[in-house]
C-alpha cells in the first residue's frame, strides 16, 4: 500500500507537518500540524494550519485522523482547530500520561489538569492498528527524545516525528525530561529493521551544512546507512556518548514553555482565569 503523502513545512519553527491520503476513499490523516503563535505578543494565529484546511477542502478529503507523534517542545499544536474545521479523532501515544504528570509538576498545574491523557480521543500503544480509509496504519512506540514518542506506518511510509532527522542531520535530542539517549538508540534499531525502501519522513529539517534546501523525506536504507549519528552500525556506546555531550551544548527550544503547556492538553489552551483571559506560566529555573 503506497499512501499519498504531502508536506507542509513551516520554516519559523522548521516543522514538517504532512497530510496522509489514500488514494482509493480520499480519507486522510494529518499529522505534527502547527498553530503558529508570537512569543512576544503572546498572539495565535493559524495560518499554517488554514493552508492544510484549504488544501483538505481543495481535494474533496475526509480527515479521519489529526494525529500528534508526541508532545512537540518547539511549536504548538493546531489539533483542536483542524478538528473543529474538518473533523476527525486526535491520537497521540498512551505515554502521554507520564508526559503530563511530568510537566503538570513543571508548571504546578493542580489537581485540576487530568493526567490520564483524556484531552485525547484516542491513546496508542506499541503494535496498534488504525485504518484511514482502506490503509491500514499500525503503531511503533519509539521513546528516547520523550517517553511518549510514536511512529505511525501507513502502508509504505514511516512517520518517524523527532525520532529520525535527515541523514546528513543525524538525530534528535533526549535530554527533555523522561528523555533518554540509550532508549533512542533501541527505538532507531527498532525502526531499522523495517524494509531499506520504507519512506522516511521527519518531523522537522535544519538544512544541514552544504545543503541548501530543506529536506524531510528519506529512506530507510539511506538512514542505516548515511545516518551520521546512528547509521553504519554505529554502537550504543558511541552513539549515547555523542548524544549526551551534543544535548550538554544545547539551548532550550525557543518556544518549548507555550508548547509543553498547550501540547500536553492536545493543543488546547489552559483554562481562562478570572478575568476571562488566557495565561501561560514561564517556570523559573525548572528547565
Known amino acids: 500500500m503506497k499512501p499519498d503523502v504531502t508536506p507542509f513545512f513551516d520554516e519559523e519553527t522548521f516543522t514538517a507537518s504532512f497530510v496522509v491520503t489514500d488514494p482509493e476513499t480520499r480519507h486522510c490523516a494529518i499529522i505534527d500540524s502547527v498553530l503558529d503563535f508570537d512569543y512576544a505578543s503572546g498572539r495565535t494565529d493559524f495560518k499554517s494550519a488554514d493552508t492544510i484546511i484549504a488544501y483538505v477542502r481543495k481535494n474533496d478529503l475526509i480527515v479521519d485522523w489529526v494525529l500528534e507523534t508526541h508532545v512537540h517542545a518547539d511549536h504548538l499544536s493546531a489539533a483542536p482547530y483542524l478538528q473543529e474545521q474538518l473533523g476527525g479523532k486526535i491520537g497521540i501515544g498512551e505515554n502521554i500520561t507520564v508526559v503530563q504528570d511530568t510537566f503538570g509538576k513543571v508548571f504546578n498545574e493542580g489537581t485540576e489538569f487530568q493526567r490520564d491523557g483524556s484531552q485525547f480521543d484516542s491513546l496508542f ?33 514511516a512517520f518517524v516525528g523527532d525520532t529520525l532527522f535527515m541523514p546528513d542531520f543525524g538525530t534528535a535530542r533526549a535530554d527533555f525530561p523522561g528523555g533518554s539517549a540509550n532508549a533512542l538508540y533501541h527505538s532507531i534499531q527498532k525502526l531499522f529493521t523495517l524494509p531499506d525502501e520504507t519512506r522516511v519522513f521527519v518531523g522537522h529539517d535544519y538544512k544541514a551544512p552544504g545543503r541548501d ?21 554505529a554502537t550504543e556506546e558511541a552513539f549515547v556518548e555523542m548524544r549526551n555531550k551534543r544535548d550538554s551544548e544545547l539551548a532550550m527550544p525557543r518556544l518549548i514553555v507555550p508548547s509543553l503547556q498547550i501540547n500536553m492538553r492536545a493543543g488546547q489552551m489552559p483554562p481562562a482565569e478570572d478575568d476571562g483571559d488566557v495565561y501561560l506560566k514561564v517556570p523559573v529555573n525548572k528547565l
Open 213 to 233: 534546501v530543506f529536506a524531510w523525506e528519506t529512506t530507510i536504507g539511506e538512514e542505516k546507512a548515511r545516518n551520521k549519528h546512528v547509521g553504519a552500525g
Open 125 to 157: 500503544t506499541e503494535g496498534d492498528t488504525f485504518r484511514i480509509g482502506n490503509l491500514e496504519a499500525s503503531v511503533l512506540h519509539t521513546p528516547g527524545h520523550t517517553p511518549a514518542c510514536l511512529t505511525y506506518l501507513v502502508g509504505d511510509a
